[in-house]
């Protein structure tokens, strides 16, 4: 049996959501949403979503951006990884 492919996504897409997963350092939200703002200006930061692991070391912020294309997620991804506080990005 074959698998289905992936859904495409269109372009731009509207409410498109990168959640990153990192240490739970005091300037991490800072430090993200500079990122961030990098690529998509128009990231509504008000509708943000922040949860911390039971023990405070770990921190997932969820954010939603309009993508415009592969390589601006590409770039998201790539930027977001590199810093050190950050452990996944989804």
Known sequence: MSQPDAPKIEFPC???PIKVVGKG???YDQVIFEIIRVHAPECDF???SVRDSKNGRF???TLYITATGIQQLQNIHT???AHE???MVI
């Open 46 to 48: 008000e509708r943000i």
């Open 79 to 81: 930027d977001l990884s």
């Open 14 to 16: 509207a409410n498109y």
């Open 59 to 61: 921190r997932a912020i």
């Open 25 to 27: 350092a005091e300037d």
């Open 85 to 87: 506080y950050v452990h």
